[in-house]
């Protein structure tokens, strides 16, 4: 969530994003509208559920579910919010997140949906989510915003984690407490940057977002080190390479590779330069990156290298995954399928 298609998840894209992105905040949510056509809408992220299943969230409340990666159903959804990531715990329990704050919990595989969290009035997107068991989640979002729950999702509880702060921001803040109490709650809301995406990796988890963040945890969230700056733009993706590396990816074409669990990064040569949203790898070892203007790079030597097989119609292309024998992509124009053969 990426987390994904500037439009909807890049920093910028909060302040700034395109009218047909914008919905009216609403202080009761409405049901997702059942679209013939959604999946050629601007989707947005897309996971496996058991091997057996797809299933992809995006704009206006869209969910949908296929078994091939060609044909796909429409779930019912309880709001119209745009939607950023999802995340499956096991075959039946997932949870999707997006704008106004939603948090959305299935039981079912993704049939039907519920509503967990919903604060429109906060103005503040949820670009990702991560469950480590089926009782303990974090989601997170713009302006630093960061919520745990531990019973499954049936609360959520808002956290700020001044550890995340840069120093200077941190003796800000301290005064601020001391001298103008209300002040310094308004701060605690604006200062963090935009969490754009969560990577666990065994007993780490990763988050990464605007203006270069990267932060490491290993107690699952509860408490926080802010790595050091590695690039002073916005990080998009972070995820592992077959070869056990960290890759993160970013604003106009910047890719980094890690050896040594986030401590130190190496910038990666390619040859786009356009934003990358995501990126994932798949059974056989190759690394993948996405991400506007049609941007399709592929890896078959743990990152050292890509060869480009961009789209020549240059749609963004938000996320992606290898399904059997297809490369499924969600893209700003929907689900887009790739036969692997014609990738070699």
Do not use: C
């Given at each position: 969530?990426l ?13 700034a ?21 959604a ?7 897309l ?6 299943q ?15 990666g ?10 119209q ?5 999802v ?5 039946q ?16 595989g ?20 991560y ?10 979002g ?7 729950t531990?019973d ?8 700020f ?16 407490k001391?001298?103008d109490?209300?002040s310094?709650?308004?701060e ?24 270069g963040?990267?932060?490491?945890s ?14 002073n ?5 972070i ?25 130190h ?7 786009r330069?356009?934003t990358?949203?995501?990126?994932f ?10 991400g ?15 060869t480009?097989?961009?789209?020549a119609?240059?749609k963004?292309?938000?996320n992606?995954l ?8 969600v ?12 990738l070699?």
């Amino acid at each position: 969530m990426l987390n994904k298609f500037i439009w909807l998840l890049a920093a910028s894209a909060v302040a700034a994003v395109t009218p047909f992105m914008m919905q009216a905040q609403q202080s009761e949510p409405q049901a997702a509208y059942q679209m013939p056509q959604a999946s050629k809408a601007l989707l947005t992220d897309l996971v496996k559920v058991n091997g057996q299943q797809l299933v992809a969230v995006g704009e206006r409340g869209h969910i949908l579910l296929s078994q091939d990666g060609q044909s796909w159903t429409q779930a019912q959804v309880p709001v119209q919010s745009n939607l950023s990531s999802v995340y499956f715990i096991n075959p039946q329990q997932g949870w999707a997140v997006g704008h106004d704050a939603t948090i959305l919990v299935t039981a079912d595989g993704g049939v039907s949906w519920q509503l967990q969290h919903y604060s429109p009035e906060t103005d503040k997107p949820l670009f990702d989510i991560y469950f480590a068991d089926a009782q303990k989640g974090i989601a997170v979002g713009a302006y630093g915003i960061f919520y745990r729950t531990d019973d499954g999702g049936n609360s959520w509880h808002k956290h700020f984690h001044e550890e995340l702060l840069l120093e200077e921001e941190r003796e800000y803040l301290a005064e601020l407490k001391e001298t103008d109490p209300e002040s310094y709650q308004i701060e605690t809301e604006a200062l963090l940057p935009h969490f754009n995406r969560l990577y666990a990796d065994g007993n780490a988890l990763y988050m990464i977002g605007e203006a270069g963040f990267a932060a490491k945890s290993i107690n699952f969230g509860d408490s926080w080190q802010r790595l050091d700056a590695f690039y002073n733009g916005s990080l998009f993706d972070i995820t592992g390479t077959p070869q056990m590396a960290l890759l993160a990816v970013g604003l106009r074409g910047h890719a980094f590779i890690s050896q040594d669990q986030g401590q130190h990064w190496q910038q990666i040569t390619l040859n786009r330069n356009a934003t990358l949203n995501s990126a994932f790898s798949d059974d056989n070892g190759a690394v993948y990156l996405v991400g506007n203007a049609g941007t399709l790079l592929i890896s078959r030597d743990g990152a050292a290298s890509f060869t480009d097989y961009s789209q020549a119609d240059g749609k963004a292309i938000i996320n992606g995954l290898v399904w059997h024998n297809l490369l499924v992509l969600v893209t700003e124009t929907g689900v887009r399928t790739i036969n692997l053969s014609e990738l070699k």
